[in-house]
Structure formats: C-alpha cells, structure tokens
C-alpha cells in the first residue's frame, strides 16, 4: 500500500492570534501559520489505513518553505515516511485550480503511483474544498468525498466507504471504488481499530515515528516546477483563473438592540437577567 | 401634513411603516411630533436612521458638474463616477478634486474611469505569443499539452447555466434561490448590456424530467436535462461528464458529434452557478476543471459589471490596466469569517477563463414566487453514457433522522472564539447550562468550527458543523438567546437575530454583539456560565434567588 496524504498550512484563527491592520484588513504576515484543522480529518483517515493496513504513507504540501514545520508536526501526526514540498516562487498565489495542477503533478511524479489519495476538506484560510475533486479530475481517477469512514479490500483493491449527502436532507451513501482512488474525509470522519492488534501497532509506529519526525529534513523531498516539468504560465498566480479583486471587513451588524451592561459580580443586574432565565428551567 | 404620527403606535409596529416613508421632509416633521409628545428614545433612533437611509439614496442623484467633492466621502465619489460616461466632466472633477482636497485615492478612482471612458490609448494592447517552447526551453513536456488545459482563446460565451440539484425526488431549495437571483442577474445584464441571454436550467438524474416545470416556473428561459435510471443517485464523474457535454455543444469549437444543435451556438456558458452543498459544491470544482476555468465557493452575494483590472497576469504586462466587461463579481465570507472576499474570474491573454463559476451558499437568496405561466424551451438532452464513469458504485443509501435542529428550543447557549482559553471546559460549561433548562440545545460560532482548538473525546461530538449558528449555519429563533463568548460578527446576527431576548456574556463590554444583544454580562465566561447554571438549577427549587417573574 503507498498513500499520499495532502495537507496545506492556514493561518491559526484562534483568538488572540489573528491580527489586523488599521484598516480592518488580516494580516496574515504576522498571524502564525499551523496545519489546516480540516486536514487534520484526512490524516485520521490515512492513518487509519497506516495502521490498518501497512505502507508507506507520504505527506505531501504545496507553499513557501516555511510549510516545512507543517510537514514536520503532519509526519508525527499521520506517522508519515516521508515528505515532499512543493515550493517555487513560480507556484506562489495560486488558486484552486493551479493549485490542483500542481499537486497533481507532484502525485504523479512519486516513484511509484500512489493507491490512494487522501485530502481534507476545506483549509480555514478561504480556500473551498475544490483543490481535492480537481487535483483528482486532473489524475482521472475515481474519487469518493465528504468521506465518514473507510474500509479497504487489498486482496480485491477496493475501497468501501460512507459518505455524507447534504440539502433539504441529509443522507449517508455506502460505496465502493477500485483503487487506485481519491478520498475527501469529511469533518465527521471517524477511524475505527477493532483488533488489539491494531491498538498494538499503533503504539510502535508512535515510537518509531517520534525518532524519525527529529530528522525529518532527512525525509524531505523539495520539487521546484522545473523539477515538476511545469510552465509558469499554468501555475501559481499566472495560471489562475480567478483573482481576489477586494477584500472588505465583514462590516459591523447595525445596531437594533442596545444592550444593558451588567457587572458578572453585582446581584443586581444577574437578577434581572435571572428573571429571564428562570421560567425555562428544568422541571424535576 | 404626516400620514403616521409616530405617538400613536408602539415601536414594534413603527418599524415596518416607516420603511416606506422615503421623505426626509416628512420623516423630520414625525421626528418633531415624537420629540413634542412621547419623545422615546428608540423611536427617534428609528426616524433618524430612516432620514439617514433615506437622504444617502439621494446621494446617488448627485450633479458631477456642481457637486462639491469635498462633501463627498472616496466611495461616495468612485460610485458617482461609475455612472459618468463623458470624458470632460471626468477631467473636471479631476481638476476639482486637485485644487480641493485632492485626495489621491479620489483622483484615481476618477482617472481610472476617465481611462476606461476613453479606452484603446492606454489600454494594454494585444500580448504577443511566444509558444512554451521557446519561452521555457528548460522544459521538455509544455504544459498546455496536458489534458486538463483546454486551451481555447477568444471563444464565445453566453447565457447564465444553472445547476438544478434534486433530492429524493425533490428540487432542493437553493436551485429555486439560484434560478430566482440568476433569473434577476440577467434581466438586469440584458438591459444593461442590450442583449438577449438566457438562465439556462440544468437536470440531470433519474427523475429529471420532472422538475421541468418547477424549473420554468423559478426563472429558467432553456431547460436542459438529462435523465438515466444509472443516475437515481449523484455520481462525481456520470455528472460532470454530462453537464460538460451539454456546455460545450454546438457553437464553432463544437465537439465531434455535437455540432448539430438548435438550441445554443456559442462556446460555452458564460457563468455557471452551483449550489454549495457536498455534491454540488463537488461538481462545480469539477466541470469548471473540465472547462479549464475558475470558480469562487460558497458565495452570498453575485453581481455583475465591469471591472478595472490591473493585475499582470490578466492583462499581459505589468503597469498597464485594462477594462474587462461583463464580469460576475462573486462575494463570499471569508478568513473564517472575518472578512468578504469579492472573486473573479478572469481570461488571461492566450487562455479563455470562462465559464465564470460560482457556488452559492444555501438560504442565501429569496425564493422566488413561481410563475407557471411562463414558458421556456426544453431540450431533452441525449448523449451515451460510458460503463467506464460508474467505477464508484453506490451500495445503499439512508436518510439521517434529523442531524443537529436547533430551532424549537426555548433557549439556545451559543459559544464562541471566548472558549479559547480551555475549549474543552468551555463546551463543558455550556452544556451545563443547557441541561439547566427543559428544551435547549447548544450552539457554536463559526469560529469554534473553524478553530484549530482541540477538544477532548467527550466534547468533541459536540463541535460539529451542524451546530454552528449564523449565514452559513442555522438560524434560530428561541426566546432566549445566551452568546458566551461570541464577538459578534455579522454573520453571526443573521443566525441570532430573531430571538426574543438575546444575552450576551463578554470580558469586553464594548464587543460588537452589544449593539444586538439586550443584556451584556461583562465577565469572564468560566466564571460567568456556572453562576448562571446554579442560579437556574437553584430558580427552580425556588428559594435561592427570591422571587421569580412569571412572564
């Protein structure tokens, strides 16, 4: 089994790490940079399949070399073999469709083709969930998405999978595809180990993936776009076909109601919150 | 002589009226009366928020020629200018805006439009092509030779297509808000830019046909489906492959075997709409692929016009601008919602970019009231369906009872961002809360959603997107609303706004949510919740807090 497992840094939106500039605008230069949360479902989903299955997993991301510290904390979260990155001035500023260009060459540059591929579903910083279906639409393999669990057949090179169908309804598919295949993990995805075995195996690959992640620069594979045989025109910000042309600050909700502030240690002001509490509360 | 004295009702009631008084006249003498007689602070808000609206609209009917610009904010100024096609007028303002205040941002919003006024002088000119080849010999395989660049140039496009998703036999709602805004988009597009193209409906499926004629009745001038029993349930590539066939038949560039059609003779469509749900938001990355072109996700807001563009990679060479016309402007929340993104899709010079794509959250639009009467042309689309596109086989499918419905709660406890200190402790402390009362439920922001927090195993099943509170997430009405740490964004008072009483709890008592909240807690949340959670436990029991009103 070789799986390839993409993943992508995002700014870290948690509270008291975003900044902004006197215009209201991100800075992302001064907000610190962490592995998309999302993707962190596709690496339960490839680890599952590491420990389940055996393999060489690889991890494989698309930015400046500053992404190399994502890699990093990725390898000892996946137990990943290996690296790769795919860094170029040139691949700068791209949007999803370049993106998926670019990813999908560096898949197919690997020594061997992957069975499977796995991407989270949209990455915290803007970016939409369509880098995974169009990384794998330029492969030309099958491709399941929105993926909540997964079984894989070696012996008959299949993957059975459930997967979540939204809109007026919500729904839950069972599928099954040929390997080689592509797979989207939904934020939803839940691993299963159901041997002792597995929990067993676990353990050592934590051990012996801790050693490796202290050298993982041993471990990484740096692939420029001369290195992907990629035009420049095709990628990054010139092979983009769309543009931010504005970003606006999510302007300030009018002001219809004018709240009353009240002191969290004066009586006075709870009781009257109390007041609105109390005819909701639980029944014995 | 007013037509409402304002004495005479109550606020609630005021609201609605004063919604259609568009004379600021009027509206001051209303003003005066509730000054002289009740004189109740909301309500002169009311009528001076009103003669605000009301007397920005009419800033739109300024003269350029008298206008003093300095009254006039930069905004103010490049949105009179959109409207201004003379040339000289232009100059004048310029000369004005100089020996005024002469702002620069106000000077180039006037230059630029003289620019595109004028036109061809300084506009980029034609880019000369110089084949990969020969511009990047170090390369042995040239790019454009991969399948997945489709390599057309200055191809025609028309119409708007919208993708129609039907569900257990149903349209789903957004597909009738798409047909609805895009039925609006191009009334509009065709008045302004005198042409005659059409909203373009697509169904494909087992069952398409039947919805033809809800399709027609929401907008659609041409419906076009497709239908195939292997097709009860969505397929990623049966489906791409077949809105793609659709899009590219007939016209010059036609496919072999597609030549012949009579109802398009055009390239491809000029904008594609999509709705933003799992399958749709996956078929629209996948047939703007196939296309070769781009798209924006999850979109609140669409308009079209033309736009100024700058940047080289669009308009050949660095410094030079040129005017590209008829673009669909795609705005959508962004940066875990901080801030909007407004998208667009653009050509590059030897690379056709169209169709321009866009998926649209649901809920985002109105539906519109269905016409029946309306008439529309319909193609029953047919095409062979190859055995090799079915690779991925749907076993069996079951409708999930329910999900997370948080509306019908008597209260809702929502958190946000304020939790970040311990994450886990702060869902803990909400679900105490909630547990306090007899019918609640827990709400997040979007923030929480999108956060990088961890959660231990046992709160983790409660962040999930399906409890996120606002535009993109559920909105509900409960009579109390408890926002625990939430900010306040935008978007997050769409999903709130409509409770009866809405309580915020924030250790900034200047926080955004104060403006739509009734009552802010100003403390710390992981002191603020427990008090609360024993009060309302001891409530109940009836003695601790004295008395309780029983409204």
Not at chain 1, 152 to 168: F, H
Not at chain 1, 192 to 198: I, K, V
Request: negative net charge.
């Amino acid at each position: 089994m070789r799986t390839v497992v993409l993943t992508k840094g995002v700014p870290d939106f948690r509270e008291g790490q975003v900044s902004f500039d006197e215009e209201g605008h991100l800075e992302r230069g001064k907000t610190p940079t962490v592995m998309n949360p999302n993707d962190k479902h596709a690496l339960r989903a490839a680890f599952q399949t590491k420990v389940r299955n055996g393999g060489q997993v690889s991890l494989m991301s698309m930015g400046p070399p500053g992404y190399e510290e994502v890699l990093q904390e990725g390898m000892r979260d996946v137990y990943a073999d290996d690296l790769y990155l795919l860094s170029d001035r040139e691949m700068g500023a791209a949007d999803t469709w370049a993106t998926a260009m670019t990813v999908a060459s560096g898949i197919q540059k690997l020594d061997e083709e992957p069975d499977l591929v796995f991407a989270g579903f949209k990455t915290a910083d803007g970016e939409t969930g369509h880098t995974g279906p169009q990384t794998c639409w330029c492969l030309d393999w099958p491709i399941i998405t929105h993926v909540l669990s997964l079984d894989i057949d070696e012996e008959e090179r299949t993957v059975r999978a459930k997967r979540l169908v939204d809109g007026d309804i919500s729904e839950i598919e069972t599928v099954e595809a040929p390997m080689p295949c592509f797979i989207v993990a939904d934020p939803e995805f839940e691993p299963t180990y159901r041997r002792a075995s597995h929990r067993l195996k676990h353990k050592d690959l934590r051990e012996e993936t801790k050693e490796r992640a202290e050298d993982y620069e041993d471990h990484l594979t740096v692939w420029d776009h001369t290195d992907l045989n990629l035009d420049p025109d095709y990628i990054g910000l010139d092979g983009s076909p769309t543009i931010v042309a504005g970003v606006d600050p999510i302007p300030k909700a009018p002001s219809e109601r004018e709240a009353t502030v009240i002191d969290a240690g004066a009586d006075e002001g709870m009781e009257q919150v109390l007041d609105e509490l109390t005819p909701y509360a639980a029944g014995d | 002589m007013v037509e409402i004295d304002p004495t005479e009702y109550e606020i609630a009631e005021l609201g609605p009226k004063i919604k259609d008084i568009d004379d600021a006249d009027e509206l001051r003498e209303m003003l005066d009366l509730e000054e002289g007689g009740e004189d109740r602070v909301p309500v002169k808000t009311l009528i001076e928020d009103r003669i605000e609206k009301v007397e920005d609209e009419g800033d739109g009917e300024v003269d350029p020629e008298t206008v003093d610009l300095a009254s006039l904010t930069v905004a103010d100024v490049a949105n009179m200018v959109r409207d201004i096609d003379d040339a000289e007028v232009l100059r004048d303002l310029l000369e004005r805006e100089q020996d005024g205040e002469d702002r620069k941002t106000a000077k180039s919003q006037i230059e630029s439009r003289i620019e595109s006024v004028e036109g061809s002088d300084e506009e980029a000119g034609e880019v000369e092509y110089v084949p990969p080849e020969e511009k990047y010999p170090e390369l042995d395989h040239p790019t454009n030779d991969k399948q997945w660049v489709e390599g057309t140039v200055g191809a025609e496009y028309r119409d708007m297509w919208v993708y129609c998703e039907t569900q257990a036999g149903d349209l789903v709602d957004v597909s009738k808000e798409m047909l609805g805004k895009a039925r609006d988009l191009m009334d509009t597009y065709n008045a302004d830019y005198d042409e005659e193209e059409r909203v373009v409906a697509v169904l494909i499926g087992d069952d398409a046909s039947d919805h033809v004629d809800d399709v027609i009745a929401y907008g659609a001038d041409l419906v076009i489906y497709h239908e195939d029993d292997r097709l009860e349930r969505f397929r990623h590539q049966p489906y791409t492959e077949i809105f793609c066939d659709m899009a590219r038949a007939g016209g010059d560039l036609a496919a072999e075997g597609r030549e012949e059609v009579d109802w398009k003779d055009y390239h491809e469509p000029r904008y594609t709409v999509f709705p933003a749900t799992n399958n749709g938001r996956d078929l629209s990355a996948l047939v703007q692929g196939e296309l070769d072109s781009g798209l924006a996700s999850d979109c609140s807001g669409l308009y079209i016009e033309n736009a100024m563009i700058s940047n080289p990679a669009k308009v050949g060479t660095a410094g030079d601008k040129k005017e590209f016309e008829r673009v669909l402007h795609m705005k959508r929340p962004d940066f875990s919602g901080f801030e909007y993104s407004t998208i667009l899709c653009i050509d590059k010079p030897n690379r056709d970019f169209h169709p321009q794509g866009a998926s649209v959250i649901p809920g985002s639009f109105e539906i519109p009231d269905p016409d029946f009467e309306r008439e529309a042309e319909v193609v029953d689309y047919e095409m062979e369906l190859d055995d090799d596109w079915f690779q991925v086989e749907v076993e069996e499918f079951d409708r999930l009872s329910g999900g997370v419905d948080l509306t019908g709660n008597d209260v809702v406890v929502a958190v946000g961002r304020g939790i970040g200190d311990d994450p886990t402790k702060g869902i803990e402390l909400a679900l105490d809360l909630v547990d306090a009362f007899d019918e609640a439920d827990l709400g997040l922001s979007r923030g929480v959603i999108t956060s990088s927090y961890s959660f231990d195993g046992h709160v983790e099943q409660y962040v999930t997107e399906e409890r996120q509170i606002g535009e993109s997430g559920q909105e509900v009405e409960p009579d109390v609303y408890i926002a625990a740490g939430i900010s306040g964004a935008i978007q997050h008072k769409v999903g709130c706004d409509e409770s009866d009483t809405i309580i915020a709890v924030n250790t900034d008592p200047d926080a955004d949510i104060r403006d739509f909240s009734d009552y802010l807690i100003e403390g710390d949340l992981f002191e603020v919740l427990p008090r609360l959670t024993e009060a309302v436990e001891a409530g109940d029991l009836g003695a601790v807090m004295g008395e309780v009103s029983d409204d």
